[in-house]
């Protein structure tokens, strides 16, 4: 039983270098394990989606991406914010010629770079027009939508862009579907999944973030804490790496028992490397605290130390669903 | 290293030599670009000189640690700093909203400017809206820099999908504000009531006509008012964009990248270097922060997992196994640090590089700065 029934659009965003898009990816291989239908959006232009998949960069259009466990698929999209820009003309006004007008005297370049937040607006748009897409006969196109967003640092301003345009466009159409993202977006179909590792600033940044969304009355989803290495050793053994106090005869008779020299250097150098890794294990207990303190279904994930490919997405996404992330 | 390569990177020429007057720290989000920036700006002040730094969105002890607990927009004296060699530190936070009105309040009349100040249009762009920040950054460091107070300026760009936006803006700016949209939006304002259909030339019809239905009446004459009320100030907004961007291009201006030995900071990286490259700007080069090394006195990664292995048929001896495969680990690490780096310098061979190595913990205090700035300046 997965913790997100009922949600159809799960946010995932993290402090640069918490790996974002690859809790995204992870999660999407999960949620469509099994026969399901499942859309991995990207906003940021970066073609991180084709990056992970390793596949040729991403069109204005959804490509398979992988297949899950037990069948499903993961389709991928690349947004780009000139071309939503078109396709909302076309899809609300009927502007598809008007759009090429517009083009020409510099409404699409001003509209898609200029105008701050207009891009936010449109990204957010697509990323709401795939959600509620559906089939002639009803049932909808994706079980699940899978946004990869913009960094902890701006998630809260970009998910309530359109509400600031609510602010602006107080009737008409810009006013309407402002709203209807609007409520997509605050209403139990969305969760915001918040990525970190076990240091001090991305976890600083996610009680920052998680604070941001509820005044915005965005819905929190799940920590993932990212990356987490098992200690090498035993409680007692760190507390006493800390304390510089290891049994070095133990390790001086250890290294001869396997055929090494036993120098005081080489001891010497073990022991300080047991030093640091004790101590950043130290840090990391005192950060999963201040994970726990924000009350909200948490779930680890493994470092993956040679780089991530296909098979390690597999692998995340097994330990999201056996955590019940799917 | 390869011999051909540029060679490390200088930073204390940057910090201490009176050659640079500006140094900019860009790079992806989370590689320690703002850490760099204050520990560049500290260095420099207790090497004497006379500096500020400007960032954009600290941490929050980093911050405290700099005394910037107020958000007043402009620069305020780092305590603890030593000032012994004459030089001192200050530092602020960036404002996007309060630069943004500053900017407004000096470039039109006070009547006008309250005008701009109250128009619901003009408050979502300067405060809810993602995009502002760029331009307000590159605005601030103009401003600070033609009060002429400090012998060096030290500003992180912001965690911006793409942080070189700002290269961009003068250009995107000036081609927008001397475009027919801006014409277009101006007019009906200016001409009153339906004048502005005679004004306009054939083909603007459609485009009006698609406007005024996308935006609908009340939001296009906000926007109306407000083009109307920056009209004024619009040749002053463009010219001051130019002067930064012409700015940033003297040889007084240092670029730096920042980043981390992971493929998605190198990749940012590279994109980084060679945008900078193209558009003619001073890039200084690389810091690559958060190398891990191994000092001497250690076995090799094949040694060191062979021992482990062997000791696990042998009891008794769990512990020596484990300090043994930790050190494999690390050795692994500094490996794959190492050929990343060396994956880059070959890449860039003129880029000149500065790796910084691992600190044990994040730091947030002046001492902590100093350490990075020791590392910075160190021979590796």
């Known amino acids: 039983m997965s913790d997100w029934e009922g949600v159809r659009l799960h946010v995932v965003t993290g402090k640069g270098g918490t790996g974002k898009t690859t809790v995204a990816a992870a999660l999407a291989l999960a949620l469509a394990q099994g026969g399901r239908r499942v859309l991995l959006v990207e906003v940021e232009e970066r073609q991180g989606l084709a990056q992970l998949f390793d596949v040729p960069p991403l069109p204005y259009s959804e490509r398979k991406l992988a297949v899950a466990r037990g069948g499903g698929d993961v389709f991928g999209l690349a947004v780009d914010a000139r071309e939503a820009m078109y396709e909302y003309l076309d899809t609300y006004y009927h502007l598809a010629r008007a759009g090429r007008a517009l083009d020409r005297i510099g409404v699409i370049e001003f509209a898609t770079t200029i105008a701050p937040g207009m891009r936010d607006v449109l990204l957010t748009g697509k990323t709401y027009e795939e959600t509620r897409r559906r089939r002639p006969n009803q049932s909808y196109v994706y079980d699940a939508v899978v946004l990869d967003a913009p960094p902890t640092g701006r998630i809260a301003r970009f998910l309530s862009v359109n509400t600031a345009v609510l602010s602006l466009a107080r009737v008409g159409p810009i006013n309407r579907h402002a709203a209807a993202i609007t409520e997509l977006i605050t209403s139990p179909r969305t969760a915001v999944h918040l990525v970190t590792v076990l240091e001090e600033m991305p976890v600083q940044e996610t009680a920052d973030a998680v604070k941001g969304l509820e005044r915005a009355e965005i819905p929190v989803g799940a920590i993932v804490v990212n990356q987490i290495r098992p200690p090498h050793l035993g409680v007692r053994d760190l507390a006493a790496a800390r304390r510089g106090r290891l049994d070095r005869a133990a390790v001086t008779s250890g290294l001869r028992a396997a055929g090494l020299d036993g120098s005081d250097a080489l001891v010497d150098h073990l022991t300080a490397e047991a030093a640091a890794h004790a101590n950043r294990v130290a840090l990391e207990k005192r950060e999963r605290a201040a994970v726990s303190t924000l009350d909200r279904p948490t779930y680890e994930l493994p470092r993956i130390p040679d780089g991530i490919d296909l098979t390690a997405l597999y692998e995340l996404g097994a330990a999201l669903s056996a955590q019940g992330a799917a | 290293m390869s011999a051909s390569h540029a060679g490390r990177l200088d930073l204390d020429r940057l910090a201490r030599g009176d050659r640079t007057r500006i140094v900019v720290c860009c790079g992806a989000g989370g590689v320690g670009k703002t850490t760099t920036a204050a520990a560049v700006a500290l260095r420099a002040a207790e090497h004497g000189r006379r500096v500020a730094v400007l960032t954009i969105d600290p ?184 002067e930064t961007y012409a700015l940033l291009k003297r040889p007084e201006t240092a670029f730096v990248v920042v980043a981390v030995p992971e493929p998605d900071a190198l990749r940012e990286a590279s994109y980084f270097v060679e945008r900078l490259e193209a558009d003619g700007m001073p890039l200084a080069g690389l810091v690559l922060n958060r190398v891990h090394g191994n000092g001497p006195g250690g076995l090799s990664e094949g040694q060191a997992s062979a021992a482990a292995e062997r000791l696990d048929d042998i009891r008794g001896h769990r512990l020596t196994a484990s300090l043994l495969r930790l050190h494999a680990e690390n050795l692994r690490r500094s490996t794959r640090d190492a050929r990343r780096g060396a994956r880059f310098a070959a890449a860039h061979p003129n880029v000149p590089i500065a790796r910084v190595p691992a600190l044990p913990t994040d730091v947030h205090d002046l001492d902590g700065l100093r350490e990075i700035g020791r590392r910075l300046a160190a021979r590796s």
Request: net charge neutral.
């Open chain 2, 59 to 242: 941490a929050r002890r980093l911050a405290q640690s700099m005394g910037l607990t107020e958000l007043d927009n402009t620069p305020r004296r780092v305590a603890g700093v030593d000032t012994g060699r004459g030089g001192h530190l200050d530092a602020m936070m960036l404002d996007m909203k309060r630069t943004f009105d500053e900017v407004v309040e000096s470039h039109t009349t006070p009547a006008k400017a309250r005008q701009i100040l109250a128009n619901p249009f003009y408050q979502a762009l300067s405060s809810s809206f993602a995009g502002t920040q760029e331009y307000m950054a590159m605005e601030k460091l103009g401003q600070l820099r033609a009060r002429d107070e400090w012998d060096l300026i030290v500003v992180d760009t912001p965690p911006s999908r793409s942080a070189l936006d700002f290269l961009d803006a003068p250009e995107r700016l000036g081609s927008f504000l001397d475009g027919r949209l801006i014409r277009l939006l101006g007019v009906p304002a200016r001409a009153g009531g339906r004048a502005y259909v005679r004004v306009l030339q054939v083909g603007f019809g459609v485009v009006t006509g698609a406007i005024t239905r996308i935006l609908g009446g009340e939001l296009l004459r906000d926007v109306q008012t407000f083009v109307a009320a920056l009209d004024t100030m619009f040749g002053g907004f463009r010219e001051r964009a130019e």
